[in-house]
């Protein structure tokens, strides 16, 4: 009985040190300008940005999320011509669609795509984004095929409703570890066309 209660206290010890851990991170995030709040979504202006990119056939969350992960954080880890390990940030961007689906890792701010080391994958690509103009709605927990559905209907009727066209596929954006159970952030984006007056 005394051996049950020590395992589970220091099980319940590592989970909120590591809940805690998650929590106070400094991991680099996206920079984005908040152009308008509306109730349940805002419209954001995101400055270009550099992105490792793979594109693949899959069609469910989970499909992508596996492989896509996988492939990319071999790259950040040091799977590149550099063998650099390059800083994780947040959010990763998911585009999950019938023809062609994407993940993408934002690099961290003091790289441009001149001293980015070349990814020793050569279904890996980088880009630059252009400015872009969005409507995001943010939801917690953790995500899934039919949270995403379910948020994106929630957006596109938003933007019905108050008249804003967008265009594009709807898009995920996940900020979170894996092991981070409290305090989780997910987002459905897409672009929309904004006249700033």
Request: a positive charge.
């Amino acid at each position: 009985m005394k051996v049950t209660i020590i395992i589970i206290a220091t099980i319940t010890a590592v989970l909120v040190t590591t809940q805690i851990y998650f929590a106070m991170a400094q991991t680099e995030t996206q920079p984005y300008q908040i152009i308008k709040k509306e109730d349940n979504f805002e419209i954001r202006l995101y400055p270009p940005a550099i992105m490792a990119s793979i594109y693949m056939d899959a069609k469910t969350y989970k499909e992508l999320s596996y492989t896509g992960f996988r492939k990319l954080a071999s790259y950040i880890f040091g799977g590149n011509q550099g063998k650099k390990s390059i800083a994780m940030t947040s959010p990763v961007h998911m585009d999950i669609n019938d023809s062609k689906s994407s993940m993408s890792f934002v690099m961290p701010a003091n790289y441009t795509k001149g001293n980015l080391p070349k990814p020793n994958d050569s279904s890996i690509t980088i880009n630059t984004t252009a400015n872009e103009y969005v409507a995001a709605i943010r939801f917690g927990g953790y995500a899934n095929d039919d949270e995403i559905k379910k948020y994106t209907s929630k957006l596109e009727a938003a933007l019905n409703a108050k008249r804003i066209e967008y265009y594009g596929n709807f898009r995920f954006l996940g900020y979170n570890a894996p092991f981070q159970f409290w305090g989780r952030r997910n987002e459905i984006i897409v672009s929309v066309i904004w006249n700033e007056k």
